[in-house]
């Protein structure tokens, strides 16, 4: 069995997955983005508004079908996050001063764009005092400020476990707060930057005993058993997280951690069926599912 970063692992399984890296995708995960004239429209827009979407940093492949069903997520506070987890394409360093003009070009951006459903996600920004919780409060505020009756989620850092920080966000009111675990218990260590999951699990169990819709989620294929992704629905649901995504690891380059595995669909399929019986309102679970994927029919259906 492999495993990550410094543990051992033996010569001949090392020689295997390295040949196993030069076999192509499978079929399932083979997708090609449109070229259509609305597409190539809304990358100008967020050229020309100099935003910066998790849809194109993190290379997402449902772009097209969310920006198509008018949902977008858009990424605050910069570009440049303060940590360096082992599967995210967003660029790690310092980041630029904050821009408190930020706010006002997102929500006008949304609406010039005609979102109907935002998505709103942020780097870390351990640097500052407050974690960035001012600039997200300010955003929330001037996106429904500029666009009456438009829904919202937020998928927000850790804040380091500070939930008076996390208290600020829940005080805006979007009407979902999101919070990625991204992976079992086991392998955060070697995945995730500074990140802890059971201070995951605690902002999470914070937002939804405020009476907020608590979201999460995972990504599978980076060494994780069966047992462990089961157990860390037990978890999250016991958490009060109502909706959960499940999607395939995708390495984003070569300095990124390599996928052990390519989970089919047949395996996805069988995790949103056992987590709707362990209590999710909601599980979207595919190869291409990412945290928005179809976050304006979960916002909507949550109303109902």
Not at 152 to 161: A, N, R, S, Y
């Amino acid at each position: 069995m492999l495993v990550f970063n410094g543990l051992s692992k033996t010569t001949t399984s090392t020689k295997m997955v390295k040949i196993q890296r030069r076999i192509s995708k499978p079929d399932w995960l083979k997708i090609q983005l449109p070229n259509t004239s609305e597409y190539s429209w809304m990358h100008k827009t967020i050229r020309d508004h100099k935003l910066h979407t998790i849809c194109t940093s993190g290379k997402c492949p449902n772009a097209a079908e969310c920006w198509g069903a008018g949902t977008a997520t858009f990424m605050i506070l910069g570009d440049t996050c303060t940590r360096a987890c082992k599967f995210c394409n967003v660029k790690t360093g310092k980041p630029d001063p904050v821009d408190f003009k930020e706010p006002f070009r997102i929500a006008r951006s949304i609406q010039i764009m005609k979102i109907k459903h935002a998505v709103i996600t942020s780097v870390d920004r351990d640097d500052l005092p407050d974690g960035g919780a001012g600039v997200w409060v300010d955003t929330i505020k001037k996106v429904k400020e500029v666009n009456p009756g438009i829904t919202m989620e937020v998928l927000i850092p850790d804040f380091q476990g500070m939930t008076n920080l996390v208290d600020r966000i829940i005080e805006a009111e979007p009407e979902v707060i999101s919070h990625n675990v991204e992976t079992v218990r086991r392998l955060t260590p070697q995945i995730r930057s500074r990140a802890k999951y059971d201070v995951s699990l605690d902002v999470l169990k914070h937002i939804a005993g405020r009476g907020v819709v608590a979201k999460s989620g995972i990504m599978l294929g980076l060494g994780e058993t069966q047992e462990e992704v089961l157990e860390t629905m037990d978890d999250l649901v016991n958490q009060g997280v109502k909706v959960l995504t499940i999607g395939q690891y995708l390495q984003p380059s070569a300095v990124h951690l390599e996928v052990q595995e390519y989970i089919t669909p047949e395996q996805f399929k069988f995790y949103e069926i056992e987590g709707l019986k362990k209590g999710f309102k909601f599980v979207e679970s595919g190869p291409l599912v990412r945290s928005s994927y179809h976050a304006e029919k979960h916002i909507n259906a949550l109303k109902e």
